[in-house]
């Protein structure tokens, strides 16, 4: 059963940079996937951030393209994320969720980190 | 790209039939197929309801179903129980490969 669990500061300092990592269990993540991180601020909808394969390849959303980087660490079986110059505007709760090869909908998802943007 | 409208709570009784709509544009629902929903509990995993539309994951009851036409999507509950209760999300693709999702509608047994 493959489960994802994401872990992050819980609060980031504005203008700091916010970094998460999701553990992935029960699959590799050198497996053909996409990974893909989605926010949820407080009172708000979901938001798609954007997505990482496997292979490296990465995909944003055009909205956050300047402040982000994803990656894979194969040794670790780990995805990450980072994210610069925050802002209040990025508390959230974030989420990373597995998108699989010739599909379009995400399972499984982790059950999110919430991070604070303060000072 | 923007959002997928939703409407923001629906409600029913115990054995009730609810419809949740999403309604996009031409450039994301009226383009794509790949529209899947996901139920969303306080200090849970987000959970997938429903994929390309109409297909249920292994384990979601079959009272839950899909349906699409034109730039709309709608999820149904039917024979509603306690356990829907929760926020819903539809979500899809856009013609940029970027996903979008709905504003999310709060079921209410």
């Known amino acids: 059963q493959v489960q994802l669990q994401e872990s992050g500061p819980g609060l980031v300092a504005p203008s700091e940079i916010l970094s998460l990592t999701c553990a992935v269990y029960?699959?590799?993540?050198?497996?053909?996937?996409?990974w893909s991180w989605v926010r949820q601020p407080p009172g708000w909808g979901l938001e798609w951030l954007g997505e990482?394969?496997?292979?490296?390849?990465?995909n944003y959303n055009p909205s956050l393209k300047s402040r982000l980087t994803m990656s894979v660490d194969k040794s670790t079986n780990q995805l990450s994320l980072r994210l610069t110059s925050v802002t209040a505007a990025d508390t959230a709760l974030y989420f990373c969720?597995?998108?699989?090869?010739?599909?379009?909908?995400?399972?499984?998802w982790g059950q999110g980190a919430r991070v604070t943007v303060s000072a | 790209q923007s959002a997928l409208t939703q409407p923001h709570s629906v409600s029913g009784s115990l054995g009730q039939s609810v419809t949740i709509s999403c309604t996009g544009t031409n450039a994301d629902l009226g383009a794509s197929n790949y529209v899947s929903w996901y139920q969303l509990l306080p200090g849970r995993a987000p959970k997938l309801i429903l994929y390309d539309v109409i297909q249920r994951p292994s384990g979601v009851p079959d009272r839950f179903s899909g349906s699409k036409s034109g730039n709309t999507t709608s999820l149904t509950i039917s024979g509603l129980q306690a356990e829907d209760e929760g926020r819903y999300y539809c979500s899809s693709i856009d013609a940029n490969s970027v996903y979008v999702f709905g504003t999310g509608t709060e079921v209410t047994v």
């Open positions: 969720a597995a998108v699989q090869n010739v599909t379009n909908y995400f399972a499984p």
């Open positions: 990482v394969h496997e292979s490296g390849r990465t």
């Open positions: 029960g699959f590799s993540v050198t497996s053909p996937a996409w």
